[in-house]
């Protein structure tokens, strides 16, 4: 007898590959893993708001004179946020999918509230970036702040730093993100590890703790930024008035 | 001892169920939940009631049969321990206790607290074996396996196959039960011809079954009644890339 109805949908290698439940944790961690990698680059590059006006304003000219490499990064940065966020929202469907009825009661033993919220917590720092981004890259927000140019001529990136943060509302919700971002960063950091499959009982005690430590040590630096605004160690350069 | 009882009753696969309210009262302490229940169940018998539907076998916590949320953790508040080990000093007198059956797409419900867990055995049938020609019993000692090779095979042996791991987990996921029948034969000489294979073969069918990808919250290593660790996932996920890398897994 013939066979009837539709021929079963071949999917490719590459498709069946991508379609599985381990190889998306692999895109989501291995993404994951370039996006610390650039939040401690960038946290780098912020922490020289303490070395001042001249210092920031100069690193800002040496980025900008990247010409096309820029744009290979900003390219790139965006294909891994993009991949990192649509794939955790895909295997986010497929968990919700596997209970499809909810328990009554259900008690947790030893998950942290991090590991459970990362839907959540990432969905919250997405959000913020947008807003960073809006704020300091496009100068939509505080537009006034974002034209401002330094005695030497180049666009005054600290100046407007400044000014954002002594903005008390702009602080505060910096300070907020920073504080998910940690709570994404201590679960995110040492799951890669484990997702990966490089977490063997011999580095285990050693990948379970660097993330809490390494999400500290990147929010800590972030922070102090703000608050060294606010507390006046980061001061407007002469010349420049609120 | 005296308890309110709060079970899930569902009088078949696709019906609607509710949890229903009971009185247990004068329970031994020294009494194993399952004998609690059975109790229950001969006075729901008494009263002209349908009992309370659930599984036990073997009552020494080695069959991974009984199956049971209790207040909310896949065999009740004991750590290593199954449902049917699970004792009613465990609970304070006067205590309400509600009791589900594990929840996961995977594992639909027959009734009240009877879950359909032939999902795993689907899995196990895709590569938890290995394949030997029948014939004389080889000699004892012709494969040699180091001592820690074969203790980290029977951690990951001891597995029961009871699907608290899937219960507990947030995600509905079967990985700890599946890590664990992969590295029973990861790690023994014996495994090694098709470990990456299996590996492969056994994932497929966890994903085609609907289980939920892993979030590494180790809720599952917290409820396991053998106390299955992680690490075994860990190895799963290497030995999964490894193998795709390899080019195994085709059938």
Redesign the interface.
């Known amino acids: 007898m013939a066979p009837s109805g539709p021929a079963p949908q071949k999917k490719s290698a590459l498709g069946e590959?991508f379609?599985?439940?381990?190889?998306?944790?692999?895109i989501v961690a291995i993404t994951g893993l370039l996006l610390v990698l650039f939040v401690i680059v960038h946290l780098v590059g912020n922490l020289q708001m303490f070395a001042g006006q001249d210092a920031v304003n100069q690193y800002a000219v040496m980025l900008r004179s990247m010409g096309p490499l820029l744009w290979v990064a900003r390219i790139g940065l965006i294909v891994i946020f993009v991949l990192h966020v649509s794939t955790a929202f895909r295997?986010y469907r497929?968990?919700r999918?596997?209970?499809?009825?909810?328990?009554?009661?259900?008690?947790?033993?030893?998950?942290?509230i991090a590991?459970?919220t990362?839907i959540f917590s990432g969905s919250f720092v997405f959000l913020y970036i947008i807003g960073h981004l809006l704020h300091l890259t496009f100068g939509l927000v505080l537009p006034e702040h974002a034209h401002l140019v330094d005695s030497m001529g180049r666009h005054d990136v600290y100046s407007m730093v400044v000014l954002g943060f002594q903005n008390k509302l702009v602080s505060f919700f910096y300070i907020a993100a920073m504080l998910v971002l940690w709570s994404h960063l201590r679960?995110g950091i040492?799951?890669m590890?484990?997702?990966?499959?490089?977490?063997?009982?011999r580095v285990?005690p050693f990948t379970d703790q660097l993330g809490p430590l390494l999400a500290t040590v990147i929010v800590v630096g972030y922070i102090a930024i703000p608050l060294g605004v606010l507390a006046g160690i980061i001061a407007l350069p002469p010349g420049v008035t609120p | 001892m005296e308890f309110t009882i709060r079970v899930?009753r569902q009088a078949g696969p696709g019906s609607k169920g509710e949890?229903k309210v009971y009185r247990a009262n004068n329970v031994s302490a020294d009494s194993s939940f399952i004998e609690m229940m059975t109790e229950l169940n001969i006075h729901l018998l008494e009263m002209g009631d349908e009992p309370v539907a659930f599984e036990a076998d073997c009552l020494e916590g080695i069959c991974g049969t009984c199956s049971m949320?209790i207040?909310?953790?896949a065999h009740g508040p004991e750590k290593g321990t199954t449902t049917c080990q699970l004792f009613m000093r465990s609970f304070k007198d006067g205590a309400t206790i509600?009791v589900?059956p594990f929840?996961?797409?995977?594992f639909p419900?027959l009734k009240d607290l009877v879950v359909d867990r032939s999902a795993f055995d689907r899995i196990v049938q895709q590569g938890g074996f290995i394949s030997v020609n029948t014939g004389n019993a080889p000699d004892g000692n012709a494969v040699l396996v180091p001592k820690d090779q074969a203790e980290t095979s029977m951690d990951a042996a001891e597995c029961i196959g009871c699907g608290a791991c899937v219960a507990?987990c947030?995600?509905?996921?079967a990985m700890l039960f599946v890590s664990a029948k992969a590295a029973h034969f990861a790690n023994l000489p014996q495994g090694q011809a098709e470990r990456y294979r299996r590996t492969i073969l056994m994932?497929?069918q966890?994903?085609k079954e609907?289980?939920?990808?892993?979030?590494?919250?180790?809720?599952c290593?917290?409820?396991c009644p053998k106390e299955i660790?992680?690490?075994f996932?860990?190895?799963?996920?290497?030995?999964?890339?490894v193998g795709?890398l390899k080019g195994a897994g085709g059938k």
């Open positions: 590959f379609g599985s439940s381990i190889a998306q944790k692999y295997l497929r968990n999918a596997a209970r499809p009825t909810a328990y009554v009661t259900q008690s947790t033993v030893q998950a942290s590991s459970r990362m679960h040492s799951s590890f484990q997702t990966v499959g490089v977490r063997c009982p285990a | 899930w949890l949320m207040d909310g953790v509600t589900e929840r996961a797409g995977a419900v507990s947030k995600n509905g996921s994932v497929e966890m994903d609907g289980f939920g990808a892993c979030t590494n919250q180790y809720e290593e917290a409820v660790s992680v690490n996932i860990g190895q799963l996920n290497r030995d999964y890339m795709k």
